[in-house]
């Protein structure tokens, strides 16, 4: 009974493999390679194929910004002043509006001492990741109104991260040096900038009437291919 069973087994063995045989002998063979203007067709063609689909989703998105801006003025005009008022002051403070108010401006940059191009995380002539959570956090304290570091607008919990050489704030990468512009009382920001005097960095704050902190990059705001037609 058993050696029927294993004939049996290696015999369903035996034509699953002449079955496989014989597709790969029959299947046509695929090209490894292609000449370039042969590739460059067929790159152009998937560009072409995404930039009609894209046209068609930008069309939605304009269409959806629409509806969404007509919502906006009619909740507008049934609002209260006061309402209007409340809805300002807080998109301000939560990044979706700029503030343009009094302040400081605080630029770090490295010891003149080194150079970027010989940059380690353990050397204190160099400004850090951590000098700029630390900077942020204590302003938050003294009640800042809006924080933007070269122009990015920081929240609450913008996260900012060592990436080699340069910091990654949000979802940009910036570079020293380091202009940190912050809305608030003038006096009590400047207390905050103490929390950096034992570093060996420059550190430079100066006082215009006016600080002017941009809104936070809108999350639907969107970057399109393009095609080269050269």
Do not use: C, W, Y
């Not at 609450?156 to 009382?185: A, H, R």
């Amino acid at each position: 009974m058993k050696t029927r069973f294993f004939n049996l087994f290696f015999i369903f063995i035996g034509i699953i493999i002449g079955i496989i045989l014989s597709l790969q002998i029959r299947a046509q063979p695929v090209g490894t390679g292609s000449s370039p203007e042969k590739q460059l067709a067929i790159q152009k063609s998937l560009l072409n194929s995404f930039l009609t689909e894209q046209e068609s989703l930008k069309k939605k998105l304009l269409s959806i910004e629409e509806k969404l801006s007509s919502a906006k003025e009619i909740m507008e005009k049934r609002s209260s002043r006061e309402t209007q008022k409340t809805l300002s002051r807080l998109k301000r403070l939560t990044g979706f509006d700029a503030v343009s108010e009094e302040g400081i401006r605080i630029t770090l940059s490295d010891n003149p001492s080194v150079s970027r191009v010989d940059f380690s995380a353990l050397n204190e002539n160099f400004v850090q990741a951590s000098d700029l959570r630390d900077l942020v956090n204590v302003l938050f304290l003294q009640d800042a109104k809006a924080i933007s570091i070269n122009e990015k607008r920081i929240l609450p919990f913008t996260s900012i991260q060592p990436v080699f050489d340069s910091i990654l704030v949000g979802n940009f990468q910036i570079g020293s040096p380091f202009v940190i512009s912050v809305v608030g009382n003038p006096d009590a920001l400047q207390e905050a900038v103490k929390v950096l005097h034992k570093r060996k960095i420059q550190i430079f704050v100066d006082t215009p009437q006016t600080i002017t902190v941009a809104s936070a990059d809108n999350p639907r705001s969107l970057k399109f291919l393009s095609l080269d037609n050269q």
